[in-house]
């Protein structure tokens, strides 16, 4: 099946940029979702279809895909931007919603 | 507004079945997939699988085939997704999630949760 690659972590200063990658074979053919999940929360949707924003969500946050890796940008990182991060691809050899591992963002 | 809203908290013995409800509002109900994913706790996302309420027809993880059913109440707007033959690691967050028709698409509205717990 499909596998999704993030970082288990990323450390950020407030006021400075996190970048948090995903890996996937060929990922860049695929539409790639963000979801953002605080502690005890249920996830919420950050990114979607590689770079549009759902509304609401900051201008802070922007999305790139290309390659074997999409990327969730968080610009001018806030302290309330610390959370579980999850990108998400649909796998469609195997018609199965792939997520993955999850990186948790830690504002310094 | 939309929003999802689940059953609550169960506990479960091995070997039991355990359905979970989860109630539509604010938008039509047919024009939009349900997706159920459970979260073991301290660990990341895992997709279960859709179901299409237009049409009643339910497409499941391999990984889970066999053991869970998705069905839908048109005339309470409900989805129901049924596990069996609960296992320990079964015991997690199940979460349903609206999803526009089709695949490949976002989660949008996610409902609160239900927390799942099987122990002897």
């Known amino acids: 099946s499909y596998v999704l690659t993030q970082p288990p972590s990323v450390s950020v200063a407030p006021g400075k940029t996190a970048t948090i990658p995903c890996g996937g074979n060929n990922i860049g053919g695929k539409a790639v979702h963000w979801y953002q999940q605080k502690p005890g929360q249920a996830p919420v949707v950050v990114m979607y279809?590689?770079?549009d924003r759902p509304p609401g969500i900051p201008e802070r946050f922007s999305g790139s895909n290309s390659g074997n890796t999409a990327t969730l940008t968080i610009s001018r990182v806030e302290a309330g931007d610390e959370a579980d991060y999850y990108c998400?691809?649909?796998?469609?050899?195997?018609?199965?919603?792939?997520f993955g591992s999850g990186t948790k963002v830690t504002v310094l | 507004q939309v929003q999802l809203v689940q059953s609550g908290a169960e506990v479960k013995k091995p070997g039991a079945s355990v359905k979970v409800s989860c109630r539509a509002s604010?938008?039509?109900?047919?024009?939009?997939?349900i997706h159920w994913v459970r979260q073991a706790p301290g660990q990341g996302l895992e997709w279960m699988g859709i179901i299409n309420p237009r049409v009643d027809s339910a497409s499941y993880t391999q990984k889970l085939r066999g053991r869970v059913t998705m069905t839908r109440d048109t005339s309470t707007s409900t989805v129901y997704m049924e596990l069996s033959g609960l296992k320990s690691e079964d015991t997690a967050i199940y979460y349903c999630a609206r999803g526009l028709p089709g695949v490949a698409k976002p989660f949008d509205i996610w409902g609160q949760g239900t927390m799942v717990a099987v122990s002897s």
């Open positions: 998400q691809v649909w796998d469609s050899n195997n018609d199965q919603s792939v």
């Open positions: 604010g938008y039509t109900f047919s024009d939009y997939y």
């Open positions: 279809y590689d770079n």
